[in-house]
C-alpha cells in the first residue's frame, strides 16, 4: 500500500494501483516435526517440540520474508537440530528449560515473529538403544547378585577354618576325576 502499513479499522483500497496483505497478530503454534538427532555423547534421539510465536512487526513480516510462520518453522527445525546436537543425552532430559531459552533466543525477531515459547515435548531413545540400556541394567544387577554371593561364601568360611579345610578338599576331588576323565 502507499503510504505503509495501517493498523486496524477501515481502509479504501483501489484495486489497480494498492494491494493490502492481512497479517493475523494471535498467537500461533506449531509441531517441530520429530527429528532424529545425534547427540553430543553419540546416542541418536527423536525428539519433537511445539513453538508458540506471533507476529510482532507486520511490516518486517511481510515485507522481508515471503512466509514469515513457515520460515520461522524451518528455522525452528535446524536450530532444534543444531542446539541439540551440542548437549549429551542427560543434558537434553535434564535441561529442557536451557534448551527452550536458546531456541527462543535464536529465533525471535528475526523475520518479525516474536517466538513466545518453545517446548521440547518428547525425547524418545530407539528401541535398540532402550534394548541396551535394559541390558546393561541387568548384566550390573548380576553382577552385584554375584559379589554378594562372593562375600557372603568369605563370611562363612572365615567364620570356620574348617570350611577351609573341606573346600580344598573338594577341590583336589573335582580336579582329580577331570584328569582322570581325560
Partial sequence: MPGGAKGPGLFF????????????????????????????DSVTVAVDAVIYVRISNATISVTNVEDAIRSTRLLAQTTLRNILGTKTLTEMLSDRDTVSHCMQATLDEATGVKVERVEVKDVRLPAEAAREARAKVIAAEGEQKASQALSDAAYVIAQSPSAIQLRYLQTLNSISSEKNRN
Avoid: G, M, N, T
Fill in 13 to 40: 483500497v483501489i484495486p489497480c494501483i494498492d494491494s493490502y496483505r492481512k497479517v493475523d497478530l494471535r498467537v500461533l503454534s506449531f509441531d517441530v516435526a520429530p527429528q532424529e538427532i545425534l547427540s553430543k
